[in-house]
């Protein structure tokens, strides 16, 4: 499966960007789709999943309230609708694509194919 994430870049601190990505080479909606960021010399966080059929998601507490995930299993895409932006959301964020269970969704480790990254930065 790959996967190609998009939609990063510069917004203000209070605004809305909305991430997608796109997967292709394999069967999307066998997979749970997940959203994870990384920052410089830091550990890639969980931030947020959805179940394959989209019955089921899952936040950080992080970002709960202001983040949505969502997936279109005809357009093979994934988005994750972030509003109320702060300046400490600002990072790269990653797509990836995985078949964990449920008690194991928000390990990075779960996950068997990742994006290329998108950029977010968030001015204060």
């Known amino acids: 499966v790959q996967l190609q994430a998009s939609g990063g870049g510069l917004v203000q601190a209070g605004g809305s960007l909305r991430l997608s990505c796109a997967a292709s080479g394999g069967t999307f909606s066998k997979y749970t789709m997940g959203w994870f960021r990384q920052a410089p010399g830091k550990e890639r966080e969980f931030v947020a999943a959805i179940s394959w059929s989209g019955g089921s998601t899952y936040y950080a507490d992080s970002v709960k309230g202001r983040f949505t995930i969502s997936r279109d299993n005809v357009k093979n895409t994934v988005y994750l609708q972030m509003n109320s932006l702060k300046p400490e959301d600002t990072t790269v964020y990653y797509c990836?694509?995985?078949?964990?269970?449920?008690?194991?969704?928000?390990?990075?480790?779960?996950?068997?194919?990742w994006g290329q990254g998108t950029q977010v930065t968030v001015s204060s």
């Open positions: 990836a694509a995985g078949r964990p269970i449920t008690s194991a969704i928000m390990r990075r480790e779960s996950y068997a194919y």
